[in-house]
């Protein structure tokens, strides 16, 4: 007899498991959903809108203004033109400068300083951008304080206090990529406030460095021999002179 009621529960048929399967999205709190889609954003918006459209919690979770602060800008011109910028671009880009991405910024500093009368502007957004880690930011606005605080003891040394920070920080490269960049934003604008450094002497008193004859070499250098020059100089002084001195011949025409 119970060998015959097991083989009736065996064959008898299987009730429906009529239960949804769990939604792991739904699970994670809304805060790891926008740190992650943040993530995504400060590397691909390809990926992003994949994601918006991937899932109703990915699309209200992208609205956060944190995801718009971190948002890459690698698909957009430097100079946005507006009438080459769609309707939905020029929402997204707002939507970033309201949320204070560093980006935009920076790019927007670069211009108001460079290109219009709006120096002051400029600087604020540089240095903005500069004091929450935008390292073109930090590159200009530490260059900037070195060229224009001749009269400013206190400005001109924070100059050179940031940009060892910038190269101590990261490395001889990152300044070089930082410099070519920069390059490549102020020739891709019309320059209307050039960067002219009259004296370019270094503050340094010692006389082993080398920095003085480094300062005195740079100006017969091409790009390339700039960019793989990693041996820098013992002292910010003379280092610092050294990288305002290749941050000027950009503006030489």
Request: neutral net charge; charged residues 25%; aromatic residues 10%.
């Given at each position: 007899?119970?060998?015959?009621?097991?083989?009736?529960?065996?064959?008898?048929?299987?009730?429906?498991?009529n239960?949804?399967?769990i939604n792991?999205?739904?699970?994670?709190?809304?805060?790891?959903?926008?740190?992650?889609?943040?993530?995504?954003?400060?590397?691909?918006?390809?990926?992003?809108?994949?994601?918006?459209?991937?899932?109703k919690d990915?699309?209200?979770?992208?609205?956060?203004?944190?995801?718009?602060?971190?948002a890459?800008?690698?698909?957009?011109?430097?100079?946005?033109?507006?009438?080459?910028?769609?309707?939905?671009?020029?929402s997204?880009?707002?939507r970033?400068?309201?949320?204070?991405?560093?980006?935009?910024?920076?790019?927007?500093?670069?211009?108001?300083?460079?290109?219009?009368?709006?120096?002051?502007?400029?600087?604020e957004?540089?240095?903005?951008a500069?004091?929450?880690?935008?390292?073109?930011?930090?590159?200009?606005?530490?260059?900037?304080?070195?060229?224009?605080?001749?009269?400013?003891?206190?400005?001109?040394?924070?100059g050179?206090?940031?940009?060892?920070?910038?190269?101590?920080?990261?490395?001889?490269?990152?300044?070089?990529?930082?410099?070519?960049?920069?390059?490549?934003?102020i020739?891709?604008?019309?320059v209307?406030n050039?960067?002219?450094?009259?004296?370019?002497?270094?503050?340094?008193?010692?006389?082993?460095?080398?920095?003085?004859?480094?300062l005195?070499?740079?100006?017969?250098?091409?790009?390339?021999?700039?960019?793989?020059d990693?041996?820098?100089?013992?002292?910010?002084?003379?280092?610092?002179?050294?990288?305002?001195?290749?941050?000027?011949?950009?503006?030489?025409?």
């Open positions: 007899m119970a060998l015959l009621r097991a083989k009736k529960e065996i064959n008898k048929p299987k009730k429906k498991n239960a949804s399967p792991i999205v739904k699970t994670l709190p809304n805060e790891l959903l926008v740190e992650i889609i943040g993530k995504v954003a400060s590397h691909s918006m390809v990926d992003l809108c994949q994601m918006k459209l991937s899932c990915f699309l209200n979770a992208s609205e956060d203004g944190y995801v718009y602060q971190h890459s800008m690698e698909n957009f011109a430097l100079i946005p033109l507006p009438w080459f910028t769609n309707e939905k671009e020029t997204f880009l707002r970033c400068r309201e949320n204070d991405n560093l980006e935009i910024l920076y790019r927007e500093g670069m211009v108001q300083y460079f290109s219009t009368s709006m120096v002051k502007s400029g600087f957004n540089l240095k903005k500069a004091s929450e880690g935008h390292h073109e930011a930090k590159y200009v606005y530490s260059m900037l304080l070195m060229a224009n605080c001749e009269e400013d003891d206190e400005g001109r040394e924070l050179f206090d940031l940009f060892g920070e910038l190269k101590n920080s990261t490395c001889n490269s990152m300044v070089a990529r930082c410099r070519k960049r920069v390059k490549s934003f020739k891709s604008m019309w209307k050039h960067v002219v450094v009259q004296n370019l002497s270094s503050c340094c008193c010692s006389d082993t460095c080398g920095g003085t004859d480094k005195k070499k740079h100006s017969t250098w091409s790009d390339e021999e700039v960019d793989n990693g041996v820098g100089v013992s002292c910010k002084y003379c280092d610092g002179n050294y990288e305002l001195g290749l941050f000027a011949n950009i503006f030489r025409v």
